[in-house]
């Protein structure tokens, strides 16, 4: 393959671009059939999401005027699994002398409620494999542990 | 824990939220010390740009104008590491007849090189744990399988 171009897509690639993300062998009952040369109509919606739809703030937990805690909340819609719009949460820091008393909990709570307000339909994070703990803690709060996270520093 | 509050950081948090982020046992390293109430210019300059920079798009590789892969290619501004900006990297397909030619490969490298070029320090994925073949693509492209990765649907 040696004629490939590379550009980003536009609204008239809809078609092409839901018929792949449906092409998949985990993916293919998220994705809604192509009806013909048109796309669903939450496709259309999504991808103009992805091009006006701005969230990216750092989210924190106070208790008598000092900042105990934070976590950065980012809102990323997208056109897989029907134009899904996920939070994706980085960078959870609870302060040393306040850890094992729930105030990462309730601040992922309070992450997922604004996250569903927002309209997302999914939350997704990735935690070190050395962190067993914050595995257990993601767990109890309902996430599933079903991928692996890859990073490249550039 | 019950007398928390929550709310969204404001240049004034800086300082709280920089500390929070190096009071980590494996993030200490990766953060800049923060001298007095103050903070470096690095973070100031990445928390501006929480705010307004804005990357959202599905890049597609052609071939003979058929649209034969695509991927979401998303740029994620954030404090963490001194101010690095991330790109998220999701939806990666190639058209199923072309799979093995080396045609994702070639879309991983086209977004990492929009990445650098747009300032990135650091790509970020997550594969499904089944997806054994993906895992070893990655890899290749010089990722690193340090995390794991938690969703959940709301």
Redesign the interface.
């Known amino acids: 393959?040696s004629?490939?171009?590379?550009?980003?897509?536009g609204r008239d690639?809809l078609h092409?671009?839901v018929s792949?993300?449906a092409?998949?062998e985990?993916a293919e009952n998220r994705e809604k059939p192509v009806d013909g040369a048109g796309v669903g109509e939450e496709y259309v919606k999504a991808f103009a999401a992805?091009?006006t739809e701005?969230y990216?703030?750092?989210?924190?937990?106070?208790?008598?005027g000092r900042?105990?805690?934070?976590l950065?909340l980012?809102f990323?819609?997208?056109?897989?699994r029907r134009g899904a719009k996920?939070a994706?949460v980085?960078?959870v820091?609870?302060?040393?002398d306040?850890r094992g008393?729930?105030?990462g909990t309730?601040?992922m709570k309070?992450a997922?409620r604004r996250?569903?307000e927002g309209g997302?339909?999914?939350?997704?994070?990735?935690?070190?494999?050395?962190?067993a703990r914050a595995?257990l803690f993601?767990?109890r709060?309902?996430?599933?542990?079903?991928?692996?996270?890859?990073?490249?520093?550039?």
Do not use: W
């Open positions: 393959m004629d490939l171009t590379f550009r980003t897509a690639d092409a671009v792949l993300l092409d998949d985990l992805m091009e701005h990216n703030h750092m989210l924190l937990a106070e208790s008598d900042v105990v805690g934070c950065q980012v990323v819609p997208g056109l897989s996920r994706i980085e960078s820091r609870v302060v040393s306040l008393k729930n105030v309730a601040l309070e997922i996250a569903r997302c339909t999914l939350v997704q994070l990735t935690s070190d494999t050395r962190r595995h993601y767990r709060l309902g996430f599933t542990q079903s991928h692996f996270g890859f990073k490249k520093e550039l």
